[in-house]
């Protein structure tokens, strides 16, 4: 198991960017995916992007052609970028980490997206 924590969050204007970024302590084991999720009140947590060990990634429809997620193992990191943001875009985000036998969560970041 690794211990995940969120950095990046906060409030920022339609149209704007933000980068979340995902820090992991001890070691991360291929095979591995590493991704990101989005929860909003009374809705279920949601994928939002993912990168394997092998480096294939992964977006959601909502946020293709703006985001890119990058890291792995080497860095025991997993950013996640997301540009020109949209107001539905507002939510908890969450990092997670699924190896052979573990899944392990970050304790969440909010991100708000408003004018």
């Known amino acids: 198991q690794v211990q995940l924590v969120e950095s990046g969050g906060g409030l920022v204007q339609p149209g704007g960017s933000l980068r979340l970024s995902c820090t992991a302590s001890g070691t991360i084991f291929s095979p591995y995916v590493m991704g990101w999720y989005r929860q909003t009140p009374g809705n279920e947590r949601e994928l939002v992007a993912f990168i394997t060990d092998s480096t294939r990634t992964y977006y959601v429809d909502a946020v293709k052609g703006r985001a890119s997620i990058s890291g792995g193992s080497a860095t025991n990191t997993v950013d996640l970028q997301m540009n020109n943001l949209k107001p539905e875009g507002t939510a908890v985000y969450y990092c997670?980490?699924?190896?052979?036998?573990?899944?392990?969560w970050g304790q969440g970041i909010q991100v708000t997206v408003s004018s």
């Open positions: 997670r980490v699924v190896g052979r036998t573990t899944v392990d």
